[in-house]
C-alpha cells in the first residue's frame, strides 16, 4: 500500500507540473530564448561527446596501467583513478580554470595560455580526465570478470596474445561494460551542467541568463524537462544497443 501511495503522489506531481506549464505557458519567453536554449543544447551535446572520446581514448592506457605488473606504473594508475573518482567535478574543473590561471606567465612561457584562457577547452579538459577515471576502472572490472580459462584457451590454439584480447576477451567484456558505460554518460550529461559556473553557455548557462532576465522560474523548468527528455533517450538507446548485441545470449 505504501508502494501504491507513494506511485500516487508523483502521477500527482507530475500531472500538477504539467498543468502548471500548460498554464504557465509564454509564447513570448519560446520565441526570444527558444533559439537559445537550442544553442545551449547543441553547446552541451558537443562537450558530453567530446570529453565521452576523449575520455575513452585515454582510459585505454589507464586501465592497461592498473592492470600493469609493474609496480610504479600501476601505483600512478591508481593515484590518477583516485583523484578524480574522489574529488568532486566542479572542484576539478575550478582547479583546471582557475588554479592553471594563476600560472599565467609559465603557461605564457611554455606557449599554452591560449589553451588555458578559454574556458570551452578548459571544460572540455575538466571532463575528459574525470570521465577517463571511471571509464578506465569500468573497462578494467570488465576484462578482469572474463574468465582466464578464456585466455587459456586461446593460448592453447596458438593465438598472439593481442588477438586474444581483440578477439576473444574484448568482445566479452563489452558486454559486461556496456550498461555501467551507459550509466557514466548519463552522470557526464547531467553533471555538464556545472560548466555554466565557467562561463560556458551550454544549456544550463542559457537557462540560468534567460532567468536573469526574466525572474520566471519556468525557465529553470523547460530545462528541467528538457535534460529529463535527453536522459530517457539515452537511456532507450542503451536497452536498444545492449537488446542487439547480446540477442545471441537470449535462451
Given at each position: 500500500m505504501a508502494g501504491y501511495a507513494i506511485v500516487g503522489l508523483w502521477l500527482l506531481l507530475f500531472a500538477g507540473l504539467a498543468i502548471y506549464l500548460y498554464n504557465a505557458w509564454r509564447i513570448d519567453l519560446v520565441e526570444t530564448y527558444g533559439p537559445k536554449y537550442w544553442s545551449g543544447l547543441k553547446t552541451t551535446l558537443a562537450l558530453v561527446a567530446i570529453a565521452t572520446v576523449l575520455?575513452?581514448?585515454?582510459?585505454?592506457?589507464?586501465?592497461?596501467?592498473?592492470?600493469?605488473?609493474?609496480r610504479i606504473i600501476g601505483a600512478f594508475?591508481?593515484?590518477?583513478?583516485?583523484?578524480?573518482?574522489g574529488t568532486p567535478l566542479?572542484?576539478?574543473?575550478?582547479?583546471?580554470y582557475y588554479g592553471l590561471g594563476s600560472f599565467r606567465p609559465f603557461l605564457q612561457e611554455w606557449?599554452?595560455?591560449?589553451?588555458?584562457?578559454?574556458?570551452?577547452?578548459?571544460a572540455i579538459l575538466a571532463f575528459t580526465l574525470n570521465t577517463a577515471a571511471?571509464?578506465?576502472?569500468?573497462?578494467?572490472g570488465a576484462i578482469d570478470s572474463v574468465p582466464t580459462g578464456q585466455w587459456e584457451g586461446a593460448t592453447a590454439l596458438g593465438l598472439p596474445r593481442w588477438i586474444i584480447f581483440r578477439k576473444v576477451v574484448l568482445p566479452q567484456a563489452l558486454i559486461v561494460a556496456l550498461r555501467p558505460y551507459g550509466n557514466e554518460i548519463i552522470l557526464l550529461l547531467k553533471g555538464s551542467a556545472i560548466v555554466a559556473i565557467i562561463t560556458v553557455y551550454d544549456l544550463m548557462g542559457e537557462t540560468r541568463r534567460a532567468?536573469?532576465?526574466?525572474?520566471?522560474?519556468?525557465?529553470?523548468?523547460?530545462?528541467?524537462?528538457?535534460?529529463?527528455?535527453?536522459?530517457?533517450?539515452?537511456?532507450?538507446?542503451w536497452d536498444w544497443i545492449e537488446r542487439r548485441i547480446t540477442r545471441h545470449l537470449v535462451r
Open positions: 575520455g575513452a581514448a585515454l582510459s585505454v592506457p589507464v586501465a592497461a596501467s592498473r592492470m600493469s605488473k609493474n594508475a591508481y593515484a590518477y583513478v583516485y583523484f578524480f573518482r566542479l572542484a576539478q574543473t575550478f582547479l583546471i606557449g599554452l595560455w591560449f589553451f588555458f584562457r578559454d574556458a570551452w577547452n578548459c571511471y571509464q578506465a576502472e569500468i573497462l578494467r532567468y536573469s532576465r526574466t525572474f520566471d522560474f519556468q525557465t529553470y523548468l523547460w530545462a528541467a524537462v528538457i535534460y529529463l527528455i535527453l536522459v530517457e533517450l539515452l537511456r532507450n538507446l
